[in-house]
């Protein structure tokens, strides 16, 4: 795996896009081959020829992450409230040092610390990636801007690729840090990918998050895994794998866990954005069956938003592909509908003639677009990067048997 790692880290850029039009055409024409097995490779080497490398390939990737990628933060702030080991009795037992869970929260120089009329906004990334490259393209440049939204994010050591039970404790350590540090308000969560899996789990065995948490907002996720986990470990069992990847097979222990006892529906208002079949890594991703829909039956409202289904035959409803929605003009929308509103983001309340006729968010250009699909080269580095690589899917921890 490090010699492919290798390989895609010596690739230089032939050539560059010149429009998102031309960037989106790119990359749809490179990865219609990721569907099939170990073809991530070369889909990778295809997309970093043409000109989406984000930066040095050498850097922020598996024990290397620095910067607005940086797991190693000083957080000095102490909460007010007992939030570690336990907030609450019924919460889930941590099997990380606090100190550790607290030093994968980035907390930028803007953020308000609840002073003022801003909400607080954890930003979660997905499998692969780090919290700083995931959302500098997109989420953060337009969410810092706001009078509504104040971004942070997670950096999560190994970039999500380790047990998704432990990932998970990151998310909800957060959730009541943050609001615990800023004057108690409720936070909001977006997430992508896997981390709409693992902030799902964190609201499930950590039941004291679920109350000071207004809106989850969750990017491409995968709710019921993928049929397609297996597309960058083609070998497995036969060869290892990551872990977090095994855990969102379409059938794992891990999924089946997550949605048994009611983990199938939202614990909290919640806003899915996906884009149907142009989901390179998470299928089925179209009609009922779609793995972003989470069901409503606790009635704290939902709601379930396929771009193609909203704008149909419009260019916000065009390709779009697993890391693109994040920079979807009408992701964006329904996040800002969620964040402004009580309750989840309602296509109903948006101008759709207007969010349907753009592709990505206002303030977003060429360079942020790039940067945005450039996600899964970088993605697909630290995934073959990771160690160590498992055969077995990590076992239930006993606090969810």
Not at 17 to 23: D, G, H, N, Q, V
Not at 78 to 87: A, E, F, Q
Not at 198 to 214: E, V
Not at 358 to 382: F, K, V, W
Request: charged share 10%; hydrophobic share 35%; glycine share 8%.
């Amino acid at each position: 795996m490090t010699k492919y790692a290798a390989v895609l880290a010596a690739i230089l850029p032939t050539t560059t896009p010149t429009s998102i039009p031309e960037a989106a055409s790119i990359v749809q024409n490179a990865l219609p081959s990721v569907t099939e097995l170990g073809s991530i490779i070369n889909s990778s080497i295809t997309l970093i020829e043409n000109g989406f490398k984000p930066g040095d390939l050498s850097t922020d990737v598996i024990g290397s992450a620095e910067g607005v990628n940086s797991v190693n933060n000083v957080n000095p702030r102490n909460p007010d409230t007992v939030i570690y080991p336990k907030k609450s009795p019924s919460d889930a037992p941590y099997s990380l040092a606090e100190s550790a869970l607290r030093a994968s929260i980035y907390i930028p120089p803007t953020f308000s610390y609840g002073n003022g009329s801003k909400q607080p906004v954890i930003l979660v990334p997905g499998t692969g990636s780090y919290g700083g490259d995931t959302y500098t393209p997109n989420f953060i440049k337009t969410l810092t801007p706001t009078t509504f939204a104040d971004p942070l994010w997670l950096n999560i050591p190994g970039a999500l690729l380790d047990d998704a039970q432990v990932n998970s404790e990151y998310v909800a350590y957060a959730i009541n840090y943050i609001s615990a540090i800023s004057s108690n308000k409720n936070v909001s969560v977006i997430s992508w990918s896997q981390g709409g899996i693992d902030t799902q789990w964190a609201l499930k065995y950590w039941p004291s998050t679920r109350n000071i948490t207004s809106d989850f907002i969750a990017i491409s996720p995968d709710f019921h895994g993928t049929v397609n986990a297996y597309f960058i470990c083609p070998d497995f069992p036969r060869i290892p794998c990551d872990p977090s990847v095994i855990q969102q097979e379409y059938n794992s222990t891990f999924v089946a866990t997550l949605r048994s006892n009611g983990g199938d529906s939202a614990y909290v208002p919640t806003t899915t954005v996906y884009t149907s079949n142009f989901d390179e890594i998470v299928q089925p991703q179209t009609g009922s069956l779609a793995s972003a829909i989470l069901g409503d039956s606790r009635g704290v409202g939902v709601t379930n938003n396929e771009l193609q289904a909203l704008c149909t035959g419009q260019v916000g409803g065009s390709f779009y592909d697993h890391a693109a929605v994040l920079q979807s003009s009408l992701a964006y929308a329904l996040a800002v509908d969620a964040l402004t509103h009580p309750g989840p983001g309602m296509a109903n309340r948006l101008d759709l003639t207007s969010v349907c006729g753009q592709y990505a968010a206002p303030g977003l250009g060429l360079e942020d677009t790039i940067a945005t699909y450039s996600l899964i080269p970088r993605a697909g580095m630290n995934l073959l990067l990771y160690e160590p690589k498992v055969l077995e899917e990590p076992a239930i921890m006993a606090y969810a048997v």
